[in-house]
């Protein structure tokens, strides 16, 4: 199952008639050849039905897009541009859409080709918010035409996320567990982005499960996680059950998805489940997130989505961790300092029981859950996917509804240091330059929860436009020491 969008994005150029029309035409051409020398044909459609300088010409555009199965847009000031038009076509074009414009080329050129769409791109800004229309813009959306492919190509992982989402379900089974408040989930705000959700007991998955028993297909996925296991399969004797857990998942997806195209899963965990089904179900969630369904913890809904938004963006597997526990001092001092730019605040320890997939952990290890074996037998607790977390760039980020219903996000990029644990569980320490702040400045500031999502890479400046696109209100990030919080003490 594919379960992130294709992105093909049009390129539409659009031209004020008292401007020269050829002015659009050759630079869109020119940016278009800019963009394939550079990435390759594959992403970008060249618009060539007419530049866009009436609402005719508009509907005409779309028309075209539509025939060509663009889903998303890139609307290009070849000149001053029709502010009316152009903004109507974003307006009514069914995906995301960026705005650019294209700088002047010559000093030579300046009288008969000069274009203006340094100042169209305000006129544009203006009639887009009085339209109330969404739209990407760069930070300076002015340039050539090799300026402009490097733009249009940062916001291939945007609309990618973006198209996504409008096409994505989000499965969720029970009420998140006792005192797990902080996952709350009020689902106003998915609909508001356009995200469907699909809200089940408990006893539905269970009773699901059982009607798996004794599928044909068990023995084909029991193989398959002896596989991927290797010597790490420490608790063979569990690997029906999780192959039996597996297959119910991916069919109560095939069977639920419903007109949507892509799927999320917010499952639960316990308490009540291990006993019920006679493990947990931690390795079998790794397993569907490393083929790009994320599937959260403990009911979070808006973890689960994060983690979705996160695979549209990096195109690979993301995890879903608890911001966990400190670094010991005796452990930071030994490791870290002094080997790496760090302060000890700048450090923590991301956790979870066992929900990252293999392919992003050292030695992965198929383990039981310690913390649910103190109070409940061994047996019922196996199914965790332990080791330390694979040295790299991260990024930890987060959106999420607030109770009262306003949506917040946050970004931090850093890395996973390659220091040894000394840990259980899908375990990494964690370094982000200034995070003592960061956590208590807009972490814990904002109430935000316990869970992060985590993107195996730098994807902050993406993340960041999807979460400006989508709307939140507030998008916190890792402050630099010599800028101050809004909330922090300046004493």
């Known amino acids: 199952m594919k379960n992130t969008p294709t992105v093909k994005l049009g390129v539409v150029a659009v031209s004020r008639d008292c401007f020269p029309e050829s002015l659009s035409v050759n630079r869109r051409r020119a940016l278009i050849d800019a963009y394939e020398a550079k990435y390759g044909k594959c992403d970008v459609y060249e618009c060539p039905v007419c530049i866009v300088e009436s609402e005719i010409h508009m509907l005409q555009a779309l028309e075209d897009l539509k025939k060509n199965e663009c889903n998303a847009l890139c609307v290009y000031l070849g000149n001053f541009g029709p502010e009316i038009s152009e903004t109507m076509l974003a307006q009514n074009f069914d995906g995301p859409v960026m705005f650019c414009a294209a700088g002047e080329e010559s000093g030579d050129r300046l009288v008969g080709d000069r274009g203006d769409a340094f100042c169209g791109m305000l006129n544009a800004s203006y009639n887009l918010k009085l339209r109330g229309v969404k ?84 023995p084909e996925v029991v193989a398959d996680m002896k596989a991927e296991l290797g010597e790490g399969n420490k608790k063979p004797e569990i690997l029906e059950k999780l192959a039996q857990y597996e297959l119910t998942l991916l069919d109560w997806v095939e069977a639920h998805k419903g007109s949507r195209k892509y799927v999320a899963i917010a499952g639960k965990c316990w308490p009540a489940f291990q006993t019920q089904f006679g493990f947990v ?159 208590r400045h807009v972490l814990i500031e904002n109430g935000f929860p316990h869970h992060g999502a985590v993107a195996f890479g730098h994807y902050g400046k993406a993340l960041f436009e999807v979460f400006k696109y989508l709307g939140a209100e507030k998008i916190g990030y890792n402050q630099p020491a010599a800028q101050k919080y809004a909330t922090e003490n300046p004493f």
């Open 135 to 218: 739209a990407y813009i760069p930070e300076y959306p002015v340039g050539d035409a090799a300026y402009c492919a490097d733009l249009i190509h940062e916001f291939l992982p945007v609309a990618r996320a973006l198209v996504g989402l409008k096409n994505l379900k989000i499965i969720s089974f029970g009420p998140r567990p006792m005192n797990f408040f902080a996952c709350n989930a009020p689902i106003q705000q998915l609909y508001n982005m356009g995200v469907e959700i699909e809200e089940n007991s408990e006893l539905d998955l269970f009773e699901a499960f059982n009607k798996h028993a004794g599928d044909a297909r068990i």
């Open 281 to 439: 179900p931690c390795y079998v969630n790794s397993r569907l997130t490393g083929r790009g369904i994320p599937v959260s913890c403990e009911v979070d809904i808006y973890g689960c989505l994060s983690e979705y938004i996160g695979a549209c963006v990096s195109e690979d597997i993301v995890t879903l961790l608890d911001i966990n526990n400190t670094v010991p001092a005796d452990m930071y001092k030994e490791s870290i300092e002094g080997k790496f730019d760090y302060k000890f605040h700048d450090t923590f320890m991301g956790f979870h029981c066992g929900n990252t997939c293999s392919k992003k952990l050292c030695n992965p290890t198929m383990k039981y859950q310690m913390i649910m074996a103190r109070s409940l037998p061994v047996e019922v607790t196996n199914g965790t996917l332990e080791g330390d977390i694979v040295p790299g760039d991260i990024t930890f980020y987060r959106l999420q509804s607030t109770a009262d219903n306003h949506l917040y996000a946050y970004v931090a990029e850093g890395e996973v240091l390659p220091v040894a644990t000394r840990s259980f569980g899908g375990v990494g320490v964690f370094a982000i330059h200034e995070m003592g702040r960061f956590y």
